[in-house]
């Protein structure tokens, strides 16, 4: 029944959040019309006067942007959770949620008025609407938290738990029940295998009976939900108590003390019906590599199209100044390892890499890496291609392709991988990329093992906000040459 009236009030969450869209939608109207008149703007595109009739002129005008800016918006934070588990969700982070999934659906409807040239679109009002959105989604938040944690105080809609276990894994987590007692949790009591705790009080719960109790306790108290707090070697015990709540319906979890992974984060998953323990390093969301991937192939086939001059330009000058093929190809590691061939544009004389071991003891930085400031192995065209980075346009065609991405740690050759050390090879975890924080922060002036770190950095604390400031930061770089040699 709690699970019936969870589920509703995330529907009735979701209806909400549909009004408080077009809400936002509505007072747009009027702050952008206001905002024109006031600062002699112009007129607003469909827009008429500061009245229902003018608000319904333009909503007919604009029908297509409700139509897909509300499911986006609402589909977006449900994929990122924002609805699951909402007592126990800090605000902050439910307003993290509410601003990010808001600039990726702002986004895709920028992207559809640029892309179907609609010119009478204002931007300024698509941006006051995605303003206001978020400040009309926040406020509804925020009622519905107060509306909650008033209801909770007055004993409604609570949900009573039953916590096995006693130890101190299961101490703090009645500790952190007991710390937010908004979230509408309440432990009826606590049960443990040892005869001798019967009875007893740990953090003022009582415990009220063993494992082998727990069907006479369902049949004697109201119980929504058995969490099991246990250390491993009780999985044989709980077994049985868990095929019992399930025969009955009733909500369980379980958490066991199986391993304390130092980078990985946990998660269940089902593979054909078989439940799975997943510890996984990378901060990745399914979402979030497929827009990731969609981004990739926009503005690598876009830039492809408007860089085709300069590349026309730059195999005139290599070809002129140097003989030999325009394109140097070079087989990189990607993802896990997988082996691709890279393009760039050749920036140094014919079979440089035959004397590349003359010139080892002059390699510059530590590590399988190889970096020499003066080269004598580039050419001059080559060397003013590296300084703006003009010899690493070509993999725009490997992002295209999907073998690299615009955002990621730099895809190294076989050969250094081999000399990796087992922390350095979790670089190969995520697709590599044309620019990360390395490229951003000196490139050159970065030893080895610092460079590793950085790119360990960004998988760590990957989001597409960070992919988006690594590519204005990037712009600068290329644009000044900072750190390249």
């Known amino acids: 029944m709690v699970r019936e009236k969870e589920l509703f009030l995330v529907r009735l969450m979701q209806v909400t959040d549909v009004v408080m869209i077009i809400i936002a939608f509505v007072s747009a109207y009027f702050v952008t019309l206001l905002l024109k008149i006031f600062f002699d703007l112009g007129p607003l595109a469909f827009a008429t006067t500061l009245s229902l009739d003018g608000v319904i002129f333009f909503l007919q005008n604009h029908l297509w942007l409700v139509l897909i800016t509300v499911p986006t918006w609402v589909g977006l934070m449900t994929l990122d959770g924002l609805y699951k588990e909402i007592r126990t969700k800090l605000f902050l982070e439910v307003m993290w949620k509410v601003i990010r999934t808001g600039l990726v659906a702002v986004l895709f409807l920028g992207s559809g008025v640029f892309l179907l040239k609609m010119t009478l679109t204002s931007r300024l009002y698509v941006g006051i609407f995605a303003i206001n959105a978020v400040i009309c989604l926040g406020l509804t938040k925020y009622i519905w938290r107060k509306f909650l944690d008033y209801s909770f105080r007055q004993g409604y809609n609570l949900v009573n738990m039953l916590i096995v276990g006693t130890g101190k894994r299961a101490q703090d987590f009645i500790q952190v029940v007991q710390a937010h007692s908004n979230w509408g949790l309440k432990i009826i009591g606590l049960v443990d295998d040892d005869p001798k705790l019967l009875g007893k009080s740990i953090r003022n719960y009582p415990v009220i009976g063993r494992i082998r109790d727990i069907p006479r306790l ?35 979890a379980v958490s066991v003390d199986l391993y304390h992974p130092k980078l990985a984060h946990l998660r269940l998953t089902d593979f054909a019906g078989t439940p799975l323990i997943v510890f996984q390093t990378s901060q990745a969301k399914e979402w979030q590599v497929f827009f990731k991937r969609l981004v990739d192939i926009f503005i690598s086939f876009t830039a492809i199209l408007i860089l085709l001059p300069v590349f026309i330009l730059t195999g005139l000058a290599i070809r002129l100044t140097s003989p030999g093929p325009v394109f140097f190809r070079q087989t990189r590691c990607g993802l896990n390892g997988r082996k691709f061939v890279l393009l760039k544009f050749r920036s140094m004389v014919q079979g440089a890499d035959m004397r590349k071991r003359e010139l080892q003891r002059q390699n510059e930085m530590d590590g399988p890496v190889f970096k020499m400031k003066r080269d004598p192995r580039i050419t001059p065209v080559g060397r003013f291609m590296r300084k703006f980075s003009i010899d690493e346009l070509p993999q725009l065609f490997n992002v295209f392709r999907g073998d690299m991405s615009l955002v990621g740690p730099r895809p190294p050759i076989p050969a250094e991988v081999e000399l990796y050390e087992s922390w350095q090879r979790r670089r190969l975890s995520m697709k590599p990329g044309l620019t990360c924080i390395w490229q951003v922060s000196g490139r050159n002036k970065i030893d080895f093992e610092r460079w590793m770190e950085m790119d360990l950095q960004y998988i760590d604390t990957f989001s597409l906000w960070l992919d988006f400031k690594l590519l204005v930061r990037t712009l600068f770089v290329v644009l000044t040459g900072y750190g390249a040699s």
């Open 218 to 252: 369902l049949r004697e108290n109201i119980i929504d939900r058995i969490i099991f707090v246990v250390p491993r070697m009780w999985l044989n015990r709980i077994e049985e108590a868990i095929h019992h709540c399930e025969r009955e319906g009733v909500y369980v």
